[in-house]
C-alpha cells in the first residue's frame, strides 16, 4: 500500500447501490420490450390466416410474415398479397390480392376480370365464381382487392374499394407449418 493511500473499506468493494441494482433490471427488461413493440408496430409482425378466402395459396390458420414497412416505402403492385382493413368491419384484418390500382378501369364478366380493357391473368385462383361487375374506375387513393377463392371471399366486390391508409402490411410469405412455408415476392 503506498503511503497516502486510505485502506478501503471491505464491505463496499463491488456493491451496487439498490437504486441501481433496480434501474439496470428495469432497462434489461424494458428496452427489449419496447424493442419488439417498436419492430411489431413499424416494420413487420405475424398474423394468422383466418379464412379460406386465399386458398389455394394459404390456408386457414398458417401464419404469414407481414412487413409493415413495406408500404410506407413503395407503392402497392397488382398481384401483391396484403393484409387490410374493410371499411365497416371495424379492426378485423383481412388477407387478400391487389387486383386493382389507383386510376385503373375493372370490369368483372362471369368471373373473369379485366383492367383497362385488357384480361387479367390469374393462375393463382382455382376456385373461381361466376359473377359481372359492371366497370367502374378507382380513385387516385383506392386499390381494389380480391381473394383468390373468387367463389367464398368477402373482397371489394362486396365492400367496395379500399383506402390505401387501409393496408396495414405486404405479406412476405408463409411462414408455419414449416413444411409449408415459402415466400412471396409481389406480382
Request: aromatic content about 10%.
Amino acid at each position: 500500500m503506498e503511503p497516502n493511500e486510505k485502506p478501503r473499506e471491505k464491505g463496499n468493494q463491488g456493491k451496487k447501490s439498490v437504486g441501481r441494482e433496480i434501474l439496470e433490471w428495469a432497462l434489461a427488461v424494458i428496452v427489449p420490450v419496447a424493442a419488439v413493440l417498436l419492430l411489431h408496430e413499424y416494420i413487420f409482425t405475424f398474423v394468422t390466416v383466418q379464412e379460406t378466402s386465399m386458398l389455394e395459396t394459404l390456408h386457414d390458420g398458417q401464419w404469414m410474415a407481414v412487413s409493415r414497412l413495406h408500404y410506407r416505402l413503395v407503392e402497392p403492385d397488382r398481384g401483391d398479397i396484403v393484409t387490410c382493413y374493410f371499411p365497416n368491419e371495424g379492426s378485423k384484418l383481412f388477407v387478400k390480392r391487389v387486383i386493382g390500382l389507383p386510376g385503373d378501369t375493372i370490369s368483372i364478366e362471369e368471373g373473369k376480370v379485366s383492367i383497362n380493357g385488357e384480361p387479367l391473368e390469374e393462375p393463382y385462383v382455382v376456385h373461381p365464381s361466376e359473377e359481372t361487375v359492371a366497370p367502374f374506375t378507382l380513385a387516385e387513393d383506392e386499390l381494389f382487392v380480391m381473394g383468390d377463392n373468387r367463389a367464398v371471399s368477402m373482397d371489394s366486390r362486396m365492400v367496395g374499394p379500399i383506402k390505401r391508409d387501409d393496408l396495414m402490411g405486404f405479406v412476405m410469405g408463409a411462414v408455419f407449418p414449416f413444411d409449408e412455408m415459402r415466400w412471396f415476392y409481389g406480382s
